[in-house]
Structures are given as structure tokens and as C-alpha cells.
């Protein structure tokens, strides 16, 4: 059955630094300790999440776009049971996740950013245990289990323990783990980071499958195609927030003229903006940096000559011209004026 | 239900595949022991026979609280370590709570493994002379199910605590006074010309556990009263696991 996903002012405030950014605390197993973490934590407070509301409907191939600490992974992390959010809410199907963690655990399914892989076991071993948590009769998990090792190209590898396993077969496991109970929902966090460009593509072609049986999946990237070939809508999020919602061509629709030229200029000046702008073709001039300047276009290369005619005319020079067709990545830049890798 | 028999399932697969390092690691430190101090020292006179007897289960505890404090403790440091090999348990349709109630478990049953390998093997060890009795052979498996539940909620209570980089401080500075302080080697009452050391020995859940199996092996020598050894086995089981769950909450959740 298809499930979707609602959130409602999702907050979340860190009070220690996230998880990733910690390399092991000092010892709390005392009580003087205990005081001073405490007292210390106090003093660190990162907002991860700030007012996320957002609505997936069931079935859906949903993508969450944004750079390295905008809030994806913690709002992956608190629809998984695995972040408790520090205010509003979020709904799986009917439940909401917080207060039904369990059942929710039953429905979902998670890739994680790295294969968080059990290294005592084998590959096989592992899509069995998985099963055996999720009360799977052992007949239909050995089944299960073949199949997704066969699918998943790891079954010469399946008696093996996983810890030799390259990272694209590690990923590929994880992947292979999470469909064992086949999830109503299925999250998939940075899947492809890490890949090798045919492991992406079996990939992808997976999600689209799933998809196509009517499950809900989430993914969040910052690879914009990806976003843009799998996904049915996107929510840009950025310092917490969706900024930008709505399905890959239609966000790509909003952006003024479509097509960017990002020029360096040497110099800069108010009068040649003002120059720039005002040639045909052009919607939109924004200054970028110390001296360079975004151009938003209806047109790419065809602009080049007469924007450089522009430049010159006014005693400037370029430095260097970088075009770029309407994409996320522009989408993500006229937003926030910064580009998803920084 | 049939998730947390899972876990425990996988905990045990797993400890069956490392069965002779464990078991190595669990016994080669109490073994030498017995042997040193049971068999030359006694042997060669500079202890009396007598000693053996009164060794014997400070081991039997030390080797149940070894085991169950590596059994759990190690573990759970490495799996929340960067590789979150935990992830895929924390995510199974189970509360957290119950995850870290099934990792006492497993660690309780390694313990009492550990303890039912040590006797026999001490006592082939040591020779003759050994004067152990059992008249309440129920009571002491109680005390045996309570101590090697001690150890494991120890166990998780560190490895919550503490990061990977901390563990050689772990038993420099927490193992080792522990079992030095913990009436191992000695009885309580042998602390008698150490007034403020005996009184201050007593914060100490080693103490109860090897007191307690000494009433239970081999009541002729002295050893706390019982009602001593059963309210402190239970004040601290109580104290370890209701801090173990909650440090393993704090670990897991965000």
C-alpha cells in the first residue's frame, strides 16, 4: 500500500553537534561528568531544521535538494524514528512518527548516506537477519534473500563477510537490505554518492522500478541530475527551510530567463550592470562576489558576443564567461545565491 | 517479540563464530590467575592450601564480570562507532529500549557461559585441596544469574559512555580498581586493618559479587552477611541497567 509522508513545522535543534561532526566525546559515565557535558552542551546550538513543512503524496518519487548541512539527512533522520525533533510534527501515512515509531519502522526503509553494514556477518547473512527482524517466515526470506543477491549482482559474493566488500557492493547490499521487507516507503539518503557511474545506474533503475510498484520514496541529493531523472517533484531546502517546491521542469520554468551567463568582470561597475541589463534577451542582472555578475538570459551562447560588445564598450574587460542551461543547479543559485556544492 | 528473538539470534551467531577468541579472551586471564596464584603459590608454600579454596570464586566473579562487560561494552563502542553497524537493529520494528534490553541479555548469558567454563576448569587447574561445597545449589544460581547480570548492564553502561578512543582508559581506570578493590583475591573482612578503605570498598558492585559467590562456594570462610551481598546486587543491577537503557537511548536517538 502506498503511504505518504506529511511534516508540519519540522524543527530540529541540535544541542551537541550532529552526529558526524562529533570524533567521541569525553567520558559521561560519571555524574561530575554528566554536569559538565551538560553545561557545555548548552552552549552549542545548531538549528538543523527550521519550520519544514512539506507534503509527499503516496506513490511518489520525491527529491530533497539542498548543499551539505541544509537539513536533508535530519529531516530523513526524524521521518525514520531516528532524530527526535525538537518541535512540529510528521506523519507516515496516518501515523505520526514520533509517537508510533514502531509500527512506522515496520513500514519504511532506509539507504544511508554510508552502508552502515553489519561487519560481523555475511551478505547473506545480513538480508536473513533483516528479514528475521521484520518477522519474515524463514522460507520466504531465504527466497527473498537469493532473489535481491541475484538482482543486486552479489550472489558470488553472498557467503562472504561483507567487511572485504568494495563500496559500490556495499552499497549495493544496503540497498538490497532495505527492500527485504519491502518498505511502503523507502528513503534513500545521498544514494549515489560514492558510485561508480554503472553501480548509479543499476540504481536508478531500481528506484524507478520500485517506484513504478507503487511504493513512496524519498531521496535526498545534491546531484542534480539525479534529482532531475528520477524525481516526480522536488523540495529545495536550504538553512532548514523549503525555499522551492514543485516537480524538476516546472521549478526550472521559475527561474527568470532560464538560461544563466556567469561572467568575471574587470571591473565592475553600477553603469555596466545597468548596460547589461537592458540588452534584448536579458531578464535579470544580479552582482555576484567582488567583481562578478550573474546574467539570467533567454538565450545561452547566442548572448555571449553582444553581452562582451557591452563590456567592452564600457571599458571593462572579462576575465572569464560560464554558461549554463536552465537547471536545479541555477534554480539553487537564483535562490540563494550560492551553488549547491559550496 | 519475535524481532527481539532475532537480535538475540544474531548476537549468539555471532558469538558462536567468535568462539575461540572469545573463549580465549574471556579465559586465559582467570586461568593464569588460578594457575599463579592457585597452584605455584600454594604448591610452593608461600600460601596456604587453604587459599585455593578461597580463590576460587573471586575468579568465578571476576571471570562473569570480565566476560560480561567485554561481551557488551566492545560491541556496542564499535557499532555506534563510524561504521553505525547498529543502524540496521535500531531501525528493526522494535522500541530502542527493548535493543538495549536484548544486549543485557546476550551479555548476561556470556557471562554465565564464562562462569560455568571457569569452575570446572579452575578446579582441574588447582589440583587437590580444593574444598568447595554447594548446600543451596538454587541460591547459587541465582547469585550467578545476578551477577552476570551486573556485568552486562556494566558492560552497556560503559560502552555507552565511552568512545572508541577511551577504552584502554577504561580498564586502566575503571576495570582495574574494580577488580583490585572487588574482594577478588581476598575477602571483605581481610580489609578489617584498613578501616576507611573497607568502608569506602563497599561503592564497589565487584564486592558483592565475589562476597557473594564465597557464601555460596565455600561458606566456612569469612564473607559479608547475605542480606548485604542480595541488597547490593540489587541496588546495583538496579542502577546499571536502568542507566545502561538510558545511556543506549541517549546514544541512539538524536
Known sequence: ?342 | MSTFLALLSRDAHVARRNLVPLLLQILLQPMLLVFVFGRVLTTSGYMPLEYKSLLLPGIVALSMMLAGIQAVAMPVISEFQFTKEIEDRLLAPIEIEWVAVEKILAGMIQALIAGLVVVPAAWLIMGRGLALTLPHPFLFALLCCAVALLSSAIGLTLGCSIGQTQIGLMFSLVLAPMIFFGCTYYPWSALEKFPILQKAVLINPMVYSSEGLRSALVPQFPHLPFPAVAGGLLLFNALFVSLGIRQFRRKAVL
Open chain 1, 1 to 342: 500500500m502506498a503511504l505518504g509522508i506529511r511534516t508540519e513545522g519540522l524543527r530540529k535543534v541540535y544541542t551537541s553537534a550532529p552526529p558526524s561532526a562529533t570524533p567521541g566525546r569525553g567520558i559521561v559515565g560519571t555524574p561530575f561528568a554528566w554536569r559538565t557535558a551538560s553545561a557545555r552542551r548548552q552552549k552549542v546550538e545548531i538549528v538543523a531544521l527550521d519550520s519544514l513543512t512539506l507534503e509527499i503524496a503516496p506513490g511518489e518519487i520525491f527529491g530533497l535538494l539542498g548543499p551539505n548541512g541544509a537539513g536533508k539527512s535530519t529531516t530523513v533522520g526524524i521521518l525514520t524514528t531516528r532524530v527526535r525533533p525538537t518541535g512540529g510534527r510528521a506523519w507516515i501515512g496516518e501515523e505520526e512518527v514520533w509517537k508510533r515509531r514502531v509500527s512506522v519502522k515496520r513500514r519504511i526503509a532506509v539507504v544511508p548516506q554510508r552502508p552502515n553494514l553489519d561487519f560481523a556477518l555475511t551478505a547473506r547473512e545480513i538480508l536473513l537477519f533483516h528479514g528475521a527482524y521484520f518477522g519474515i517466515p524463514p522460507a520466504e526470506r531465504q527466497t527473498r534473500a537469493r532473489a535481491l543477491l541475484e538482482r543486486f549482482q552479489l550472489t558470488d559474493r553472498a557467503d562472504q563477510l561483507v567487511v572485504g566488500f568494495s563500496g559500490g557492493m556495499m552499497q549495493r547490499l544496503s540497498i538490497a537490505r532495505a527492500m527485504m521487507h519491502e518498505p511502503d516507503v523507502l528513503f534513500l539518503d545521498e544514494p549515489s554518492s560514492g558510485l561508480d557511474p554503472q553501480t548509479r545506474l543499476l540504481l536508478w533503475e531500481i528506484v524507478r522500478e520500485y517506484g513504478a510498484r507503487g511504493r513512496t520514496i524519498v531521496l535526498t541529493t545534491h546531484n542534480m541530475e539525479e534529482a532531475d531523472d528520477l524525481c516526480g517533484r522536488v523540495a529545495i531546502v536550504d538553512h532548514g527551510r523549503v525555499i522551492a517546491l514543485g516537480d524538476p521542469e516546472a521549478l526550472k520554468a521559475t527561474i527568470p530567463g532560464g538560461h544563466l551567463i556567469r561572467l568575471q568582470l574587470a571591473p565592475r561597475s553600477p553603469e555596466l550592470l545597468e548596460a547589461l541589463s537592458r540588452t534584448p534577451g536579458v531578464t535579470e542582472v544580479r552582482p555576484v562576489g567582488a567583481a562578478g555578475a550573474d546574467v539570467y538570459a533567454d538565450r545561452g551562447g547566442p548572448l555571449v558576443p553582444e553581452l562582451l560588445n557591452r563590456v567592452l564598450a564600457a571599458g571593462a574587460g572579462v576575465s572569464d564567461v560560464h554558461i549554463s542551461e536552465p537547471s536545479l543547479e541555477n534554480l539553487f543559485l537564483h535562490h540563494t545565491g550560492r551553488s549547491l556544492r559550496e
